[in-house]
C-alpha cells in the first residue's frame, strides 16, 4: 500500500524557516517524480514544487522561487521541502503527491505569525 | 500556461439525485503520446486530496462506480449517477502528468 507521510510543519514567525519531510512506502520511490502542493485556510490546490525521480530536475511556482528548495533521499525514500524567508502567504497545509496524483499524504500545517 | 475553470463552483444536491461537474481548459490537454491527461480529485472535509478518475474517464481502485468521467480535447465532465452522503466534500478538476499539476478552484459539493 502506498503511504505517503508529511511531517515538519508548525508555526514560524514571518522570515523564518522550516523544514518539511515527506516519507515515502509501499512503492519504487526512486522511480517517480514527486510534488509539493498547499492548500491556504479555505482555499483551492496550489502546485508548490515538483522533482524528478533522480532529483536532477527540480521547478518551483513563482510565488516560493528563490525561498523554496525541494529535495529528495532516494536512500532513504523521503521528499523534503526546505522553506526559507516564509511569509503570512505560505500559511497552509502542505501535502506532497505521488507523479500524476495517484497517491496524496495527509498534509502538515504551515503557519506563518508573529 | 494551462488554466482550468469549473462550473459551477457550489452544487446543492438532493440525496440520491445525480450531480455533474464541468471543468474547461484554456488549452488541449491531448499530448503527443495520445494520451489526455485530465483527472478528477475528491477532498471530503478535514481529509487530504484522493484521486478518484485519471485520464479523462479510468476510475481509481475502490472509487464506487457512480462516478464516471467524460470529455475530451478541452472540455470534460465528472457525473455523480446518484449522490450519496459520503460524497460531500470539494470537487477539483486536475491537469496532472509526471510532472506537472494544475488545478481548478473546486466545486462545492454539499446536499441540499
Known amino acids: 500500500e502506498v503511504q505517503l507521510v508529511e511531517s515538519g510543519g508548525g508555526l514560524v514567525q514571518p522570515g523564518g524557516s522550516l523544514r518539511l519531510s515527506c516519507a515515502a512506502s509501499?512503492?519504487?520511490?526512486?522511480?517517480?517524480?514527486m510534488h509539493w502542493v498547499r492548500q491556504g485556510p479555505g482555499k483551492g490546490l496550489v502546485w508548490v514544487s515538483h522533482?524528478?525521480?533522480?532529483?536532477?530536475?527540480?521547478s518551483y511556482a513563482d510565488s516560493v522561487k528563490g525561498r523554496f528548495t525541494i529535495s529528495r533521499d532516494n536512500a532513504k525514500n523521503t521528499l523534503y521541502l526546505q522553506m526559507n524567508s516564509l511569509r503570512a502567504e505560505d500559511t497552509a497545509v502542505y501535502y506532497c503527491a505521488l507523479s500524476s496524483g495517484s497517491h496524496w499524504g495527509q498534509g502538515t500545517l504551515v503557519t506563518v505569525s508573529s | 500556461d494551462v488554466v482550468l475553470t469549473q462550473s459551477p463552483l457550489s452544487l446543492p444536491v438532493t440525496l440520491g439525485q445525480p450531480a455533474s461537474i464541468s471543468c474547461r481548459s484554456s488549452q488541449s490537454l491531448v499530448y503527443s503520446d495520445g494520451n489526455t491527461y485530465l483527472n478528477w480529485l475528491q477532498q471530503r472535509p478535514g481529509q487530504s486530496p484522493r484521486r478518484l478518475i485519471y485520464k479523462v474517464s479510468n476510475r481509481d481502485s475502490g472509487v464506487p462506480d457512480r462516478f464516471s468521467g467524460s470529455g475530451s480535447g478541452t472540455d470534460f465532465t465528472l457525473k455523480i449517477s446518484r449522490v450519496e452522503a459520503e460524497d460531500v466534500g470539494v470537487y477539483f478538476c486536475?491537469?496532472?502528468?509526471?510532472?506537472?499539476?494544475?488545478f481548478g478552484q473546486g466545486t462545492k459539493l454539499e446536499i441540499k
Open positions: 522533482i524528478h525521480s533522480d532529483g536532477t530536475s527540480t
Open positions: 486536475m491537469h496532472g502528468t509526471h510532472w506537472l499539476f494544475t
Open positions: 509501499g512503492f519504487t520511490f526512486s522511480s517517480y517524480w
